[in-house]
């Protein structure tokens, strides 16, 4: 039967009256339900109505699409129905105009400029600034029965945003830096959107004011500069087509990069301590692993060797990805799972629900690192069975980054400590905007 034959026929008007689903309270809808525990509640939503329903959070309905084949159809997009700018639309008073919040021509030629600065000899760059910057930090983690590892982690990776991302010396303006940074941040999640004074979205938009000022003025000395940071790489940036960004194009892609990269590290840098602390038979060979390399540090070239931490990690993003779910706003009408889904409709996939579904994973809410291995290879399944990163024009421009760093962070760590969870722990982790543990993730930390 063709598709179009089985598409239960929607209403023109836009409505989504023939989408199932149910709306929860009036204002609230399905929010507090879904903040409680958000894979719980889809789990529940899908037992009752199959692979496409709606539900109503933060004051608007959106369909939401489950499975690989979903996250698949609406991140490649091969229509271009979907906006990320509309979908994102949370971020856009904090963060506007950054890389994900613009869409097709516009988005890929901003793309094309910046991934300039994501080329080998950068890369290469950021790797011997990344491993200054961890010895640095860590140098202060003192061995401790109760060590907080989030909360020192977030201090890690601010200073290595500062260093890296910025080329900022410690001690120059990082710490306002750093501080306004965490404002807007903070506000971009804030539930009241409006900047009434004292609230976190006046904070967080008298923060973004300050940093704009703060990296316009020094572009010029980077511009001029030869610095290896992402700020003096995007200054200098220029697409194969001859493309530059203007300054304006520089702070709004600068600010929106900070953020995009600093959370979502942080939380898998989280989980991916937490599970060597649970599974100390994993930490073992992760640092069986980075002591055989026979440097204090990572080199660059040799992050092939590290097999085993890419499994643990691939598995921490499974296991706990920080970005749970994707929005996207369809501008046009489209059909889906036998409906058809009317132009002008939020829609959101989900990288973690397919992450814990028995389709694609044995025992999803097991932490099994083989999974990974190339006898079981369970993320080849389907293309987007692990997608952390997102996929299609979107996808995570920081993906290589990202890895590097936890390589680079990982092998310095375990070089240098044990670490172990307190005895009885359990862990309590808040799942939404972006997974982080409710109580700093208590660890025992001791010298090697
Ligand atoms: C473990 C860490 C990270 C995770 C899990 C992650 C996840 C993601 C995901 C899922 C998307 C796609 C969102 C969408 O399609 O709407 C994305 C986009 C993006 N990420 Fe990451 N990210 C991480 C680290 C980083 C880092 C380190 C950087 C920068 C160095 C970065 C910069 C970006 C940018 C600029 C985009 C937008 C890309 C575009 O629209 O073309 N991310 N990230």
């Not at 400029?113 to 003192?142: C, E, H, T």
């Not at 898998?268 to 930490?283: D, G, I, K, R």
Request: with cysteine.
């Amino acid at each position: 039967m063709a598709l179009s034959e089985t598409i239960k026929a929607g209403p023109a008007s836009g409505k989504l009256d023939h989408i199932p689903g149910h709306l929860g309270l009036p204002i609230f809808g399905n929010t507090f339900d879904f903040l409680k525990d958000p894979i719980a509640f889809h789990n529940g939503r899908r037992e009752q109505y199959g692979d496409v329903y709606k539900v109503s959070i933060f004051g608007g309905q959106t369909v939401v699409l489950r499975g690989a084949d979903a996250l698949e159809y609406v991140l490649m997009d091969r229509d271009k129905n979907f906006a990320s700018r509309r979908g994102w639309d949370l971020l856009w008073r904090l963060f506007p105009n950054g890389l994900m919040l613009r869409d097709f021509d516009d988005h890929r030629s901003h793309r094309r400029i910046m991934q300039v600065a994501f080329k080998p000899q950068p890369m290469r760059d950021y790797m011997s600034g990344l491993n200054d910057g961890i010895a640095n930090s860590m140098r202060a983690w003192a061995p401790s029965s109760r060590f907080e590892f989030y909360p020192a982690i977030k201090n890690l990776t601010l200073e290595l945003g500062a260093s890296v991302f910025l080329g900022l010396k410690m001690g120059d303006d990082a710490a306002k830096v750093n501080q306004a940074f965490m404002d807007e941040v903070a506000a971009s999640v804030a539930v009241l959107r409006r900047p009434w004074p004292f609230t976190p979205m006046r904070r967080g938009v008298k923060a973004r004011a300050f940093l704009l000022d703060y990296f316009r003025d020094i572009i010029p000395a980077r511009r001029a500069g030869d610095g290896n940071d992402m700020f003096s790489q995007f200054c200098r940036a220029e697409s194969e087509d001859g493309a530059f960004f203007t300054d304006d194009e520089i702070v709004d892609h600068l600010n929106f990069l900070l953020m995009a990269a600093h959370d979502t590290t942080t939380s898998a840098l989280s989980t991916m301590v937490w599970a060597l602390a649970e599974y100390p038979e994993w930490q073992d060979a992760v640092r069986e692993e980075v002591l055989a390399v026979g440097t204090e540090q990572l080199d660059f070239d040799a992050q092939d060797q590290l097999a085993v931490t890419e499994r643990v990690f691939k598995e921490a993003l499974r296991f706990r990805p920080p970005v749970m779910f994707i929005p996207r706003f369809a501008e046009r009408p489209f059909e889906f799972g036998g409906y058809q889904i009317p132009g002008e409709t939020s829609i959101s996939v989900s990288p973690v629900l397919v992450a814990m579904s028995e389709k694609h994973w044995t025992q999803p809410t097991k932490f099994d690192p083989d999974r990974f291995s190339d006898n079981r290879a369970e993320d080849r399944s389907h293309r987007f069975a692990w997608s952390p990163f997102g996929g299609g024009a979107h996808k995570c421009i920081g993906m290589h980054f990202a890895l590097m760093q936890v390589r680079a962070f990982v092998f310095q760590f375990l070089r240098n400590y044990e670490v172990a969870l307190p005895e009885g722990y359990e862990a309590r982790w808040q799942a939404l905007p972006i997974p982080k543990p409710k109580d700093g993730l208590p660890v025992v930390l001791s010298r090697r």
